[in-house]
Antibody, heavy 112, light 112 residues
Framework: EVQLVESGGGLVKPGSSLKLSCVAS????????MHWIRQAPKKGLEWIAL????????YYADSVKGRFTISRDNSKNTLYLEMNSLRSEDTAMYYC?????WGQGVMVTVSS | DVVMTQTPVSLSLAIGQPASISCKSS???????????LNWILQRPGQSPKRLIY???KLYSEVPDRFSGSGSETEFTLKISRVEAEDLGVYYC?????????FGAGTKLELK
């Protein structure tokens, strides 16, 4: 059974940093590209980043480019999202996804 | 960016009625590989999104065959032949052909 379990969310002040993690199981993690997708409260879904299976390519939405970094450690079956210079508009549920499977999400709230 | 336009915004249907959701993209989703990366997902209340259909019309194994997907280039449709109670939630189309990947705004299916 595919499982994606996110962690690392919380309440932070504008301008601060946070690092999300997503531990994967139930599939060969090192063979798949992985995404981060977010959903602001009561809003729709926004794709924010993709990393190839071997980290050779990374793509970002303009809204996070230069502030967020996606990475992975295939030896630990773990996907990361490092978020810097956080803004109030980054407040959202952050989902780790394998394209066809999604985690339960982790909440990030940016507020003073 | 590719704009994904979903209609209607909401649907109120009785159990057993058919449903149809339209998704139109601002540019063709036919990729250089010859594949069209148009997906449908369902987000039930309080849950993370679940997979339904990939590459326009391919159902994931666990998805009931009352669901179907069709379309090409810029116009796509999700149909439910007979709505059941478990089908309520928000349906999203999303494209994985062009970066940044983008989502439709969602169609909320409510039961009468």
């Amino acid at each position: 059974e595919v499982q994606l379990v996110e962690s690392g969310g919380g309440l932070v002040k504008p301008g601060s940093s946070l690092k999300l993690s997503c531990v994967a199981s139930g599939f060969t993690f090192s063979s798949y590209g992985m995404h981060w997708i977010r959903q602001a409260p009561k809003k729709g879904l926004e794709w924010i980043a993709l990393i190839y299976y071997d980290s050779s390519n990374k793509y970002y939405a303009d809204s996070v480019k230069g502030r967020f970094t996606i990475s992975r450690d295939n030896s630990k079956n773990t996907l990361y999202l490092e978020m810097n210079s956080l803004r109030s508009e980054d407040t959202a549920m952050y989902y780790c996804a394998k394209t066809d499977y999604w985690g339960q999400g982790v909440m990030v709230t940016v507020s003073s | 960016d590719v704009v994904m336009t979903q209609t209607p915004v909401s649907l109120s249907l009785a159990i057993g009625q058919p449903a149809s959701i339209s998704c139109k993209s601002s540019q063709s989703l036919l990729g250089t590989s010859g594949k069209t990366f148009l997906n449908w997902i369902l987000q039930r209340p309080g849950q993370s999104p679940k997979r339904l259909i990939y590459q326009v019309s391919k159902l994931y194994s666990e998805v009931p065959d009352r669901f179907s997907g069709s379309g090409s280039e810029t116009e796509f449709t999700l149909k439910i032949s007979r709505v059941e109670a478990e089908d309520l939630g928000v349906y999203y189309c999303w494209q994985g052909t062009h970066f940044p990947y983008t989502f439709g705004a969602g169609t909320k299916l409510e039961l009468k």
